[in-house]
């Protein structure tokens, strides 16, 4: 790949409090050190002081960090982000999980930067021909008066890129795709098996594991069907990860239930490669349409079978697409079944799949691309 040859800054402002290293957490990270390698200065910015693992590798890689909160008024935050830009002298501002079409956008005419965002976010479905309306009309309206300052928006999945035409009515030739990636080191299977099997409390029994705790993960759609899996496979333990409000109403409804014994809480952990190591399928029954889905390739990279709802972005990123999705409580319950009893089906090839498609090497690397395609 060509060097810059002269020094452009780069800023990158994330609407994150990183408090865990995440996956997206490790792109900042590698992309740091990608724009090292081409010349090119990072500036990261974060609404909270990032963890100390976090701000030590961005530090040591020579980004600077700065902590701005965002307000909820967007005129406020165009001062807030003026000063920013005049401050590190930016060339590229990249905004991350921000909302596309605001004023902060005029930012390009007036400091002369190109300005680039990130769709992460997937869709809630409009319940009402009404609502769907609305929507349509405010996102259409504000690309028309705010677009014309975006260089490009980089949507995570052609699901993410679709919607805008499907959703929106915008189709535009400011957007293109860069899946998310992950790094493969870090999620590919351990060796040490008993061990980790011991640290959980493992026996011999298969691990069914849902991450997120959040209502619209839909955990409750897999303790819902859990009798009908026990039924079937009674030597089975299931691993709910994460944490929030909402865990209080799942174990009353596992206890309603009388399943209290086949569910382990595992809480937040940094180490979720050891749990996708043990699990037998990691399900994934998701109420929202994904944009990506950051547990599902992890998953796949540690050459564990994903059961997932047919939901957004998930059937485009998965490999096994046949076995995988489901498209009802009887489907999720009879396709965890039959991977418990032949996980070969699910899971060959999966991680090659991964390497391929959504590895940060490939990720860092087009986001490069772009960030030289904007500076020429």
Known sequence: MPQIDYKKHVLSICDISPT??????EFIIALTKRLNENNLEHVVVFREKPIKSIEDSLLSLGAKIEIIKPSKNNICNFLKFYKLIRKNRSDIVHFHFYPVYTIINYLKFILNIK???????????AKTHFKKIIRRIYYLTNSKIFGCGVDKIVCVSHFVKQKYSKEYGINSNKLCVIYNGINTDR???????????????????????????????GAHCLIKVTPSIIEKESNVKFFLVGDGEYRNCLEEYISKLDMEKYFTFAGITDSIEEIYTISSCVVIPTLVEEAFCFVAVEAMSTETPVIAFDSGAIKEILYNKENAICRSSKMLSDNIVKCLRSNDLFIKNAREHVIKNYSLDNNTCKYIELYKQLLK
């Open 20 to 25: 865990r290293f995440g996956s997206f957490e």
């Open 115 to 125: 300005i680039v965002y990130t769709d992460h976010m997937g869709i809630r479905v």
């Open 187 to 217: 999620f590919q299977k351990k060796c040490e098996i008993e061990k980790i099997k011991e640290k959980y409390n493992i026996k011999n029994e298969y691990v069914v594991t849902c991450v997120g705790l959040r209502k619209d993960k």
